[in-house]
């Protein structure tokens, strides 16, 4: 076990979104280094835990998964009784489907939130780790970006994650609440959906052989989820950093032709790529580069990013060809 994250150790600690793609990795390692796990997962009827499916069975033993809503202020708070450190990554993530359900996202990532920061608050929590994301501060006014950007949330779904951050940082200097933002710039890995860039180039090659996406000239600053996951852990485990936001990620930008000759090179294949019209985002609300100053986080917790885009790579493309029959590859999935 890492000693700089032994301190949770034995620890009670709640995730919420622990079925989603960063949330399920969580879990997994907060067990693997000794925690004793509440896996928050959003209820439906089919008794499906998402990502949290893919783990060992005997993992999945030591966890204790629990179904309900993040909008759900009672099943929030009764998740939240008996722990010490909460994680929250439950959310809506995907940009386009925010430009069609804006409400929507209001309601989890705003007052779900709230729901998370007025429980932990109420039930005296050690300390929360919210989740925010690099989609906050809009396209670079200037790269590397700090936490000290401007805010330019040019989403619906950007925007309710401003209101999300905004409130966690008013729960700590109104109440004292133990809270630290972690920011994740953009994270890939094994699990992710192909609502994201990485697993949209990859599940299209491996069943068609060709690529469609949407603007070819965004920068994005890529994160494989291991790292991204020690961030988290880091934050956690930091006194350091509690009442402020840190950013995660590796300090490199990649153009997406870039990424897509990357992921050729890597898979040792190549395939046409085409522009497709549905795919590309309103030219106000689209985010041409996002790199990462994540010299706060080094600074509070020791984080630094391990992983090369070309290892995360072969990870993500490994697992994405094991499971390609849970690829829609063939539609655009927002």
């Given at each position: 076990m890492p000693q700089k994250f032994s301190d949770l150790q034995s620890k009670r600690v709640l995730v919420t979104g622990a079925g989603g793609f960063i949330g399920s990795h969580l879990a997994e390692e907060l067990l693997a280094i000794g925690a004793r796990v509440k896996a928050?997962?959003?209820?439906?009827?089919?008794?499906?835990w998402g990502m949290l499916e893919f783990l060992p069975r005997d993992a999945l033993k030591e966890m204790e998964v629990i179904a309900g809503d993040i909008c759900d202020p009672f099943s929030v708070r009764k998740a939240i009784?008996?722990?010490?450190?909460?994680?929250?990554?439950a959310a809506l993530i995907g940009i386009p489907y925010s430009y069609?359900?804006?409400q929507s996202y209001m309601?989890?990532?705003?007052?779900?939130?709230l729901n998370v920061l007025q429980a932990s608050l109420d039930e005296g929590i050690a300390k929360v780790i919210h989740t925010s994301t690099s989609e906050v501060y809009g396209t670079a006014q200037y790269v590397p970006i700090d936490e000290?950007?401007?805010?330019?949330?040019?989403?619906p779904y950007a925007a309710s994650k401003v209101a999300a951050d905004k409130l966690a940082s008013s729960y700590y200097l109104s109440f004292d609440l133990p809270v630290v933002t972690v920011r994740p710039f953009n994270t890939f890995g094994p699990r992710q959906s192909a609502r994201a860039i990485v697993p949209t180039i990859?599940?299209?090659?491996?069943?068609?052989?060709h690529v469609s996406l949407g603007s070819l000239e965004p920068s994005r600053d890529l994160t494989y989820v291991k790292d991204t996951v020690c961030g988290f852990l880091a934050a956690a485990c930091s006194e350091a950093c509690v009442g402020t936001t840190i950013n995660i990620g590796t300090g490199q930008g990649t153009g997406i032709n870039d990424l897509v000759e990357t992921v050729s090179r890597v898979m040792g294949m190549e395939f046409d790529l085409k522009v497709e019209g549905e795919r590309i985002r309103p030219?106000?609300?689209?985010?041409?580069?996002?790199?990462?100053d994540y010299s706060s986080a080094k600074e509070t917790t020791g984080w630094e990013p391990k992983y090369s885009l070309e290892e995360g790579l072969r990870e993500s493309i490994e697992w994405i060809r094991e499971n390609l029959d849970r690829y829609k590859a063939h539609i655009y999935n927002i």
């Open positions: 928050f997962v959003h209820y439906n009827s089919r008794n499906d009784e008996g722990c010490e450190v909460v994680f929250h990554l069609r359900a804006p309601a989890v990532n705003a007052e779900g939130t000290k950007h401007p805010l330019n949330p040019q989403s990859i599940s299209q090659a491996l069943t068609d052989g030219d106000k609300s689209e985010v041409w580069e996002l790199v990462c």
